[in-house]
């Protein structure tokens, strides 16, 4: 059989995939049934590389296609399916120019190791026939064979660490939860994913569900739960979807329900949409809402182990930490902890966005650099222009600057530099990022964000916000540095819960790191970046203009002018300073300068 994988997750569908697969589908119905070799079609979940899609895969001979339009189509069913010829135009070409037929021949993927990510892209969405033909439910069916201490002592062997950004280990948690003699217990899976530019959790969930099922399957067989729920951001309605399908056909095949496996067994799985706010990825908040509060953390002066879901026994995981259980069931605690560093096993699953060649869904051994990870699989800068900062852990990481690109990514070296792994989203940031925006706009994010339920957060974000917009806009004095790193300490010490006591990482490490940004904006009244408008003018550098017009066609206002092949000029009276004139120049002819604060 020949199988034609089509690429239907987010990015690829927003580029006309679902026509693609359509188009496919139907030349496959019109081969008929007299055709000597059997073909199918199957919509998958992301493929990675998101940059390049819609994605076309074609099995056996794991041939890939990309930017696949359906002008396309027939050629690639006649030449490729049919034919065993290759069209060479949708090949990926490497960096030296050459173009590569499969995807582990592919710069961005050849680097990768997946675990979690290992049937994305590859089975059909929420297929429970396809998850099955993969091995999947082996680690189910193995579990229900073992002592619930069996189970955990595998978890813990692994080293697995929490996916969801706290990194707690996860068979202590596991452990903990499974040494109360307290019923009825509850499992709970974590798929609130609010970080802006994050997809990781988004991509498992629709393009392997019964991977994270059978992963919460195995932790209620852990510690005697018999009720679960999987809690998933309410704007994420494929996802839902697609999770309460597979609920129902994991359930039609007795794998989860109120007999699994004919072994007397019991767990009834549940999806609860998100209450539509980021604090409630916190655990504590999620319970709340789960028991249909409102989403507000608490003090964790007991954990949620002892008394979380209806002050019962509860362990809550990641969407990520769970799709790894089924594979460390099968292969042993061990092979899963020779994979990475002494303090973070395993693998890791990031969404690389940004100013970035090669934007995508990327998975790693732990401990790969962030070198690795920006220039080897993601290509480079954009343009070829400067790096300056990557941002590492939603809103409430830290940016790392040039000088620290060969750090390796794990729980503990993040950490140390005042940045931290989140849940896995990886923003990379050029010469033209002004780190100021950057903090003010996560500050600004957070402060909506924020519940409002404790003082320091509520309070603390709020000043930081007042500050950098002064700052951003002219108005900022020298003590305001010595302020906002107070305000950044207060905050990481007295706030409840987790969204305020890592609020603070993209100011402290911008300023960190960055402060001569901070400096030109208060001392000068520049914004190096020329982003800040309140503090940028922009201007024509004659040499090296060459009148090509992209700058006055791409500016709102009229404000630039100029003949063709002639020298442009920018009016100031009517510049707004949005910038667009200087993305359009190819040439590097539009400058950027300071000027007094309005």
Same mark, same amino acid.
């Given at each position: 059989?020949?199988?034609?994988?089509?690429?239907?997750?987010?990015?690829?569908?927003?580029?006309?995939?679902?026509?693609?697969?359509?188009?496919?589908?139907?030349?496959?119905?019109?081969?008929?049934?007299?055709?000597?070799?059997?073909?199918?079609?199957?919509?998958?979940?992301?493929?990675?590389?998101?940059?390049?899609?819609?994605?076309?895969?074609?099995?056996?001979?794991?041939?890939?296609?990309?930017?696949?339009?359906?002008?396309?189509?027939?050629?690639?069913?006649?030449?490729?399916?049919?034919?065993?010829?290759?069209?060479?135009?949708?090949?990926?070409?490497?960096?030296?120019?050459?173009?590569?037929?499969?995807?582990?021949?592919?710069?961005?993927?050849?680097?990768?190791?997946?675990?979690?990510?290992?049937?994305?892209?590859?089975?059909?969405?929420?297929?429970?026939?396809?998850?099955?033909?993969?091995?999947?439910?082996?680690?189910?069916?193995?579990?229900?064979?073992?002592?619930?201490?069996?189970?955990?002592?595998?978890?813990?062997?692994?080293? =697995?660490?929490? #996916?969801?950004?706290?990194?707690?280990?996860?068979?202590?948690?596991?452990?903990?939860?499974?040494?109360?003699?307290?019923?009825?217990?509850?499992?709970?899976?974590?798929?609130?994913?609010?970080?802006?530019?994050?997809?990781?959790?988004?991509? *498992?969930?629709?393009?392997?569900?019964?991977?994270?099922?059978?992963?919460?399957?195995?932790?209620?067989?852990?510690?005697?739960?018999?009720?679960?729920?999987?809690?998933?951001?309410?704007?994420?309605?494929?996802?839902?979807?697609?999770?309460?399908?597979?609920?129902?056909?994991?359930?039609?095949?007795?794998?989860?329900?109120?007999?699994? =496996?004919?072994?007397?067994?019991?767990?009834?799985?549940?999806?609860?949409?998100?209450?539509?706010?980021?604090?409630?990825?916190?655990?504590?908040?999620?319970?709340?809402?789960?028991?249909?509060?409102?989403?507000?953390?608490?003090?964790?002066?007991?954990?949620?182990?002892?008394?979380?879901?209806?002050?019962?026994?509860?362990?809550?995981?990641?969407?990520?930490?769970?799709?790894?259980?089924?594979?460390?069931?099968?292969?042993?605690?061990?092979?899963?902890?020779?994979?990475?560093?002494?303090?973070?096993?395993?693998?890791?699953?990031?969404?690389?966005?940004?100013? !970035?060649? #090669?934007?995508?869904?990327?998975?790693?051994?732990?401990?790969?650099?962030?070198?690795?990870?920006?220039?080897?699989?993601?290509?480079? *800068?954009?343009?070829?222009?400067?790096?300056?900062?990557?941002?590492?852990?939603?809103?409430?990481?830290?940016?790392?600057?040039?000088?620290?690109?060969? =750090?390796?990514?794990?729980?503990?070296?993040?950490?140390?530099?005042?940045?931290?792994?989140?849940?896995?989203?990886?923003?990379?940031?050029?010469?033209?990022?002004?780190?100021?925006?950057?903090?003010?706009?996560?500050?600004?994010?957070?402060?909506?964000?924020?519940?409002?339920?404790?003082?320091?957060?509520?309070?603390?974000?709020?000043?930081?916000?007042?500050?950098?917009?002064?700052?951003?806009?002219?108005?900022?004095?020298?003590?305001?540095?010595?302020?906002?790193?107070?305000?950044?300490?207060?905050?990481?010490?007295?706030?409840?819960?987790? =969204?305020?006591?890592?609020?603070?990482?993209?100011?402290?490490?911008?300023?960190?790191?960055?402060?001569?940004?901070?400096?030109?904006?208060?001392?000068?009244?520049?914004?190096?970046?020329?982003?800040?408008?309140?503090?940028?003018?922009?201007?024509?550098?004659?040499?090296?203009?060459?009148?090509?017009?992209?700058?006055?066609?791409?500016?709102?206002?009229?404000? !630039?002018?100029?003949?063709?092949?002639?020298?442009?000029?920018?009016?100031?009276?009517?510049?707004?300073?949005?910038?667009?004139?200087?993305?359009?120049?190819?040439?590097?002819?539009?400058?950027?300068?300071?000027?007094?604060?309005?």
């Amino acid at each position: 059989m020949k199988t034609i994988r089509v690429c239907c997750d987010t990015g690829c569908l927003a580029n006309g995939s679902a026509n693609v697969a359509k188009e496919f589908e139907r030349l496959v119905s019109a081969s008929g049934v007299d055709a000597k070799v059997e073909y199918a079609v199957k919509r998958t979940g992301c493929n990675g590389l998101c940059e390049k899609g819609p994605l076309v895969t074609i099995a056996p001979d794991e041939i890939a296609y990309y930017h696949v339009k359906v002008s396309d189509v027939q050629e690639i069913f006649d030449k490729t399916v049919v034919g065993n010829e290759l069209v060479d135009r949708l090949l990926f070409v490497n960096d030296e120019g050459k173009r590569v037929l499969r995807q582990e021949e592919n710069p961005f993927y050849a680097p990768q190791m997946k675990i979690a990510l290992r049937n994305v892209g590859k089975i059909s969405l929420a297929s429970i026939d396809d998850y099955l033909a993969v091995g999947g439910y082996e680690a189910l069916k193995k579990a229900l064979t073992m002592t619930p201490d069996e189970i955990i002592h595998e978890v813990e062997v692994s080293g =697995l660490r929490g #996916r969801g950004g706290a990194g707690f280990p996860t068979g202590r948690k596991w452990r903990t939860a499974y040494g109360y003699d307290k019923f009825p217990k509850y499992v709970a899976c974590n798929g609130d994913e609010g970080d802006p530019g994050a997809f990781m959790d988004r991509s *498992i969930l629709e393009g392997d569900p019964h991977s994270v099922i059978e992963g919460l399957a195995i932790c209620a067989l852990a510690i005697g739960a018999e009720q679960g729920y999987l809690y998933i951001r309410d704007e994420y309605d494929s996802a839902v979807k697609d999770v309460r399908g597979a609920i129902k056909a994991a359930e039609a095949a007795g794998f989860i329900g109120d007999d699994i =496996l004919g072994t007397g067994r019991r767990l009834h799985l549940e999806v609860v949409r998100g209450g539509g706010a980021f604090v409630c990825g916190e655990s504590t908040a999620l319970m709340q809402s789960i028991e249909g509060k409102v989403g507000e953390p608490r003090a964790k002066y007991i954990r949620s182990v002892q008394r979380g879901l209806w002050n019962q026994p509860t362990v809550l995981n990641n969407v990520e930490t769970l799709a790894n259980i089924p594979y460390i069931i099968n292969n042993g605690g061990e092979a899963y902890a020779a994979i990475g560093t002494e303090g973070s096993k395993g693998t890791k699953v990031f969404a690389l966005v940004g100013k !970035v060649n #090669r934007t995508g869904l990327v998975e790693v051994p732990m401990g790969t650099t962030l070198r690795e990870l920006i220039f080897d699989i993601g290509g480079g *800068i954009k343009g070829n222009r400067p790096f300056k900062a990557v941002q590492t852990g939603g809103p409430s990481g830290g940016c790392i600057p040039e000088s620290m690109l060969d =750090l390796p990514v794990d729980f503990d070296t993040l950490k140390k530099y005042g940045a931290m792994m989140g849940s896995g989203g990886m923003i990379v940031m050029d010469d033209r990022s002004c780190m100021v925006d950057v903090a003010r706009y996560y500050v600004n994010f957070l402060c909506g964000e924020s519940c409002g339920k404790c003082t320091p957060c509520r309070e603390g974000l709020k000043q930081m916000l007042e500050i950098l917009t002064d700052i951003r806009e002219g108005r900022g004095k020298m003590e305001d540095l010595d302020l906002l790193e107070a305000l950044g300490e207060t905050m990481i010490d007295c706030s409840l819960c987790a =969204l305020g006591k890592s609020a603070p990482n993209p100011v402290l490490t911008t300023l960190k790191y960055f402060r001569d940004e901070y400096e030109a904006h208060i001392l000068e009244h520049r914004c190096p970046a020329g982003v800040c408008k309140a503090l940028t003018s922009f201007r024509i550098d004659a040499e090296a203009c060459r009148g090509c017009t992209a700058c006055a066609k791409a500016c709102p206002t009229g404000a !630039v002018s100029g003949s063709v092949k002639q020298p442009h000029h920018i009016d100031a009276t009517k510049c707004i300073s949005c910038g667009s004139c200087r993305e359009a120049c190819r040439f590097n002819a539009v400058l950027t300068e300071g000027r007094s604060a309005r």
